[in-house]
């Protein structure tokens, strides 16, 4: 039980869910949003890319890529976006 709770802040830090504003090639705004982790699907990146665009966005690339995280699997999750 001890060794769980240790891993409890490791696990919430793995499984953030971010939006980094860039810009396009054409100038545009967009974002790139990360929901990686085990505790994330890709409903937490469809969540956090309507809080970044709220009138609508475009899916210009997604990515899954399963890993080996210290012995324990992993999944980085990531969609590229731009703004309606």
């Given at each position: ?20 504003e ?25 969540v ?37």
């Open positions: 039980m001890k060794n769980i709770l240790l891993l409890l802040p490791l696990l919430v830090i793995m499984s953030c869910t971010t939006a980094k860039i810009t396009m090639p054409s100038g545009a705004k967009g974002y790139v949003v990360n929901c990686g982790g085990t505790a994330n699907t890709w409903s937490s990146c469809y956090k890319a309507s809080e970044s665009c709220p009138m609508g966005y475009k899916v210009l690339d997604k990515n899954e890529e399963r890993v080996i995280i210290v012995n324990s699997p992993g999944i980085n999750r990531s969609l590229m976006i731009s703004c309606k």
